[in-house]
């Protein structure tokens, strides 16, 4: 016999409000009458990924929302136990698979922390720079979904089009597009090459004009206004108390960010600032994305200009050696063999560390514990969507049906790292 | 009759509705003609550029014509399809030390190992079985780190339908001859 599934919160109200039980309820007679409870997602064409929002709806207006997560569940910290440092990369990539170069970045930081070992100058550049151009895909597909949503089809093209620049640069760097797993403990898995820093300078060059575009089409738009000033007001007190980060959080006045209040891979050398709107609605949000795409291409011209030469991987027992010394030195044949070979590889020293990085979502980050062996006794994730995911219920209760759709997109909330 | 119903709620000043105009606005862009009017010459403007779109089958980025964008068959670091490599008597190179296999974050490399041939005098083992599964497969060129001997590379294909899944397990053979034509490329390392 098949296993009757149980509802819960709204959807369990909705049953038992029900007289037909779980047959359809909208053909319920006296519907004018009552609360409508419909399902928005997990398969909704206006629902970024596969989250589900429970509303109960009063006409258009929403009473009461049930933010619901786990339709996206992989199980990504409980693969954690079972790979090595450097096998846990290729996991990192596919949390937040919008930026995923942020995530690798910040999970080998963290790893980097707990054993201890300084980066040489250029892989802390190189990973600026990629850091950056994750937060400018990030952002400008998000400003363009956001256009999207309430109706300006075009900006979101315009979008995809500079993205697919970013991924080009990915590509010709790492080797991918969307799972670019480029770094690796104690550095990069290749360098940085020379093709690419003419290809970033020459989208620099070319996203000033096509922001000013987007900024032309929606910022001084009238539908575009409407739809999203005062619309999903947050302010500072509830971020702080949801734990919202990021530029949600900017967008309300929280001056928060990571870069600058706890500076990782020599960011304090950098010259930024961290865009700052107090409106904290769906309007500030997009001002807020806008301001830092620009702040992301002025750090990225900074550390093109300063980009020192030298190794870019740190020089010891945890990076793999050069392959040309591979395959003619015994030393380097040695040492690739113990970080490769199964039982082997990188040991970490017993203990535990959280080291968080500012992802274009918000604080992302990484607590690590290490029981002595090769593989991590638990990596636990500090994912900034979890938080924002969750202060969408009081954005949206009391607000009308297509404010939702225009909230969702301006929380920028990534499935994947949301059910890790 | 709309604000009606949204003061009855009682939502202040956020309420949605029509706000008030902004200063300096004309009824004209109350209207939102203008808006819409501006939105449509901006998309007519990019309509007459040039497209930026590949239309995927006909032509793809692996044609010569979008050879400047250097990606895909012309990035050398590019991780498609595996190939086994082959030393100068057509022999593979894979000397089955298996460390590509305890590279793989996803499991999906399966080697049994067998002693080389008696006349093999620069190795003592060869892989008898080398079974790659490309549905396992997250080709994050991990395999191609691990290996000491550059018996494995990653080369540029990926177009790659199949009409079984049991023909995406690769065997030693598949992956000896996979992409024979295609030069594979030597990925840079510095």
Redo the contacts between chains.
Sequence with gaps: MKPKLQATGLAAEALRDSPFGESAMSTEPGLADKDMIINFGPQHPAMHGTLRLVLRLD?E?VRKCDPEMGYLHTGFEKLGEY?TF???V??TDRMNYLSAMANNIGYACAVEELLGIELPPRAKAIRVVMAEMSRISDHILSIGLQGMDLG?F?AML?AF?ER?KVY?VF???????L?T?YTRVGGL???F?E?CER?IRKFLETLEGVLG?IE??LSH???FI?RS???A?FTREQCIAYGVTGPVARASGLDRDMRRDRPYLDYEQYDFEVPIETDG?VYARYLVRLAEVRQSARIVRQALDAMPAGPYNALGKVT?P???D??SKMES?IQ??ML???GHGIKTPLGQVYHSTESPNGELGWFIVSDGTGVPYRVRVRPPSVYQFQAVQPMIE???V??VVATMSSLNVIAGELDR | MIHA?HDD?G?G??A?G??EPAPGESIA??T?VP??L??IK??LA?FLQKK?TVEYPEESVYDASYAD???GAS?P???GEHILVKDEQGREKCVACL?CM??C??LCIHIEPEPAPAEWTDRERRPKVFEIDMLRC?????CE??C???AIR?TPKFYQPTTSRTERVYDKQRLLENNPDAQVPQ????
Excluded at chain 1, 171 to 177: A, K
Aim: net charge neutral; charged share 30%.
């Design positions: 006409g207006r790979r450097n096998q846990y290729v996991v300006a075009t315009w089009i697919e080009d590509e010709l760097t790492s080797g991918g597009r799972t797993s898995a290749f360098d090459p093709e290809r575009e032309g089409m738009n009238r539908i409407d000033k005062g619309v007001h609605d793999l050069d392959k040309d591979v395959y044949l690739h063999f490769e070979m199964p009391g607000r009308l297509a404010d | 119903a709620h939502h000043p956020h949605h029509d706000p862009d109350r939102y808006a819409v501006r939105g901006l998309t990019r930026f964008r250097g990606i990035n670091r590019h991780r460390l305890a590279a974050p996803a997250i080709y994050c060129g991990y780190e691990a000491p001997c550059d990653l990925r840079p390392r510095k």
